[in-house]
């Protein structure tokens, strides 16, 4: 049963990463490279990162030898003094690499406590300009949640909205953060969402907001997802209130008549295809949709930037508490790495990692503490390299 459940996963959702068909030239979307393994090996930008990071990224590059990527690291690590070109722990270099190679891995980052200096996941963002973060996120065979049938695509504006880091004291007691929408940043995303649904058979896109209130900022978000869904008749879109997305609600017909539910995320996760979403909303969405199939830990993402730039990312916490104790899941990295390998067109070492990571999820002989067994980091890396 598993191995059918691993053949259904594989085939329809294999693939289900990014595109490199680029219907906008105006529009910076993944760059084809039509890589095998007996060239020349693609250099790679890899940010292991804080606390457990040094370990998944070391599951990563065991995996990748073992599965033979033509793939060489270019290691970077977060400085120990803020960079003043950066305002950040990121040092200029380590972002010039990340420009340089086009392509990269990161694992999670802990952004240490202090003044004067930006988040390094900020950095990251505003400085390469990673406008769309994407998240797939789909039950995994042979690990039991309460839903059995997700597939959904989260897309999330990752420059601006709430998270433009514009903040300022008015009057003692009074604090005032500026949401900043842009027409340029909303079509952008908008546009990447679209094509994305079409490259990837997607049916539906849904645009998650609450311009019911913020008429303004979200009601443009909404006017720039409408022009560009013109261009994809194929396409159904759909507008839902984000409080709407995350749970059911009932409407009154009539008095005392009748009540019909809107089936929501929550209460129906297959409702949904692909989601898109303006900066804080996808935080949370991201995060909710993660959940619904076991946590951050088994959720790869992937970070598009202009020019072709791809960051694949880890997007759970650092967990210092484990650090150093061989117990932490590679999961969420490895599938990232994936996506990473799909980017580079490199799709059966991609199928090959995928396959050995699910293979060795059904089978449930080797877990992690998180997904309710006791192996190590290096017994799980082992046992997906044996899968191999």
């Known amino acids: 049963m598993a191995t059918q459940l691993l053949r259904r996963v594989l085939g329809s959702r294999s693939r289900q990463i990014l595109s490199t068909t680029n219907p906008n030239p105006n529009l910076a979307l993944p760059i084809a490279r039509a890589f095998s393994s007996d060239i020349t090996p693609i250099t790679a930008t890899l940010f292991p990162g804080d606390g457990i990071g040094p370990e998944i990224a070391e599951s990563v590059k065991q995996v990748f030898r073992t599965a033979e990527v033509p793939v060489d690291w270019e290691e970077h690590y977060v400085g120990t003094e803020i960079d003043p070109r950066t305002q950040s722990f990121l040092t200029w270099e380590s972002l010039e690499s990340v420009r340089r190679n086009k392509v990269g891995l990161k694992g999670p980052m802990a952004t240490p406590i202090g003044k004067g200096h930006r988040s390094l996941n900020l950095t990251l963002r505003k400085e390469l300009n990673l406008y769309a973060n994407v998240r797939p996120c789909y039950s995994l065979p042979g690990y039991k949640t309460r839903y059995d049938d997700v597939n959904l695509i989260t897309i999330r504006e990752n420059t601006e909205g709430e998270y433009s880091g514009l903040e300022h004291q008015v009057v003692r007691g009074v604090v005032e953060s500026l949401k ?98 303006p900066n804080l909303y996808g935080d949370i969405i991201s995060d909710l949709c993660a959940g619904l199939i076991g946590g951050l830990g088994l959720t790869p993402s992937c970070n598009i930037g202009e020019g072709g730039i791809a960051l694949a990312e880890a997007v759970h916490g650092s967990a210092p508490d484990i650090a150093g104790k ?63």
């Open 180 to 277: 900043i929408i842009t027409r340029q940043a909303s079509l952008r995303v908008a546009e990447y969402a679209f094509h994305y649904a079409k490259t990837h058979g997607r049916e539906r896109v849904s645009a998650i907001h609450k311009a019911n209130i913020m008429q303004k900022t979200d009601g443009l978000f909404l006017k720039c997802c409408r022009e560009v869904a013109e261009k994809y008749p194929e396409i159904t879109y759909e507008e839902v209130v984000i409080d709407n997305c995350c749970m059911m609600k009932t409407k009154l017909l009539a008095k005392n008549l009748l009540l019909y539910w809107y089936a929501q995320l929550v209460k129906n996760p297959a409702a949904f295809d692909v989601l898109v979403m």
């Open 326 to 388: 061989n117990l932490a899941n590679p999961t969420a990295l490895l599938l990232s790495s994936v996506t990473m390998l799909r980017h580079l067109e490199l799709h059966d070492k991609a199928d090959r990692i995928q396959n050995a990571i699910l293979s060795t999820i059904a089978e449930g002989k080797y877990r992690t503490a998180d997904l309710g067994g006791s192996s190590t980091t290096s017994d799980f890396t082992k046992a997906i390299c044996d899968h191999l």
